[in-house]
């Protein structure tokens, strides 16, 4: 592996920076929603996929009384 210099690796970094643009305002809102929308419809399929283990657990415990 080719080892390089610090003024190389820094002027390296400072063209690779110059190329980052940051998101509009639009695209980070957008995102924001659909990051709720994501997370919302996560913690109802876990509330589901709970739901539905406690009722099979508790039936099975009663199967065994």
């Not at 400072?14 to 709720?36: D, G, Y």
């Not at 109802?44 to 199967?63: C, H, M, N």
């Amino acid at each position: 592996m080719a080892k390089t210099g610090p003024v190389k690796f820094l002027s390296e970094v400072r063209q690779e920076v110059s190329k980052v643009v940051p998101p509009t305002w639009n695209e980070t809102f957008v995102t924001t929603i659909m990051v709720f929308i994501f997370a919302t419809l996560m913690a109802i399929f876990f509330y589901a996929v709970d739901g539905v283990i406690s009722w099979l657990l508790q039936t099975f415990l009663e199967l065994l009384r």
